[in-house]
């Protein structure tokens, strides 16, 4: 099976939370979370780290501006025994509320409460197990150098 990604993906989510405890998520038109509540996410592009990538991805989808706090998980499956689909989650914070939904591929984006989402059967698996934990952040070490023969143009340390 070819994929325009090749056979090794990775995407990010992202876990925007609220100082009330809300939870931004997303109803996707297609794919296997089609009409499902889920947080906002996509693929890295090759031009990008994947703190960069989880913002766009939150912007791009709901016009939501927010800052990443950390890492909080990885999900990590094969599909049909040929592609590694590969998923980080990072905890952010919103710098703004005001929602702009991408109606290409959205059907409804929202703030929910823990309890609207538990209640909801539209809710996906990965968003009950993740709104149910305590997150442990693995915060972004920016402003790092190896060494200049490597030739990052960015280069983070996540811990």
């Given at each position: 099976m070819k994929h325009?990604?090749?056979?090794?993906?990775?995407?990010?989510?992202?876990?925007v939370k609220t100082?009330?405890?809300?939870?931004?998520?997303?109803?996707?038109?297609?794919g296997g979370l089609?009409?499902?509540?889920?947080?906002?996410?996509?693929?890295?592009?090759?031009?990008?780290?994947?703190?960069?990538?989880?913002?766009?991805?939150?912007?791009?989808?709901?016009?939501?501006?927010?800052?990443?706090?950390?890492?909080?998980?990885?999900?990590?499956?094969?599909?049909?025994?040929?592609?590694?689909?590969?998923?980080?989650?990072?905890?952010?914070?919103?710098?703004?509320?005001?929602?702009?939904?991408?109606?290409?591929?959205?059907?409804?984006?929202?703030?929910?409460?823990?309890?609207?989402?538990?209640?909801?059967?539209?809710?996906?698996?990965?968003?009950?197990?993740?709104?149910?934990?305590?997150?442990?952040?693995?915060?972004?070490?920016?402003?790092?150098?190896?060494?200049?023969?490597?030739?990052?143009?960015?280069?983070?340390?996540?811990?």
């Amino acid at each position: 099976m070819k994929h325009k990604r090749g056979n090794v993906w990775l995407a990010v989510a992202g876990i925007v939370k609220t100082v009330d405890n809300r939870y931004l998520v997303v109803k996707k038109k297609y794919g296997g979370l089609k009409g499902k509540w889920s947080f906002p996410a996509g693929f890295v592009n090759e031009d990008e780290t994947i703190d960069q990538a989880v913002v766009r991805e939150v912007y791009e989808e709901t016009g939501i501006k927010a800052n990443p706090l950390g890492i909080v998980g990885l999900r990590s499956g094969v599909i049909k025994g040929e592609v590694s689909d590969n998923m980080v989650l990072f905890l952010l914070e919103p710098l703004t509320e005001n929602i702009v939904i991408q109606e290409r591929e959205l059907s409804h984006v929202a703030f929910m409460t823990k309890d609207e989402l538990f209640e909801s059967p539209d809710s996906s698996l990965l968003l009950h197990q993740i709104i149910d934990q305590t997150l442990a952040v693995l915060p972004i070490h920016n402003d790092l150098n190896p060494g200049n023969h490597f030739g990052y143009t960015s280069y983070k340390l996540f811990y």
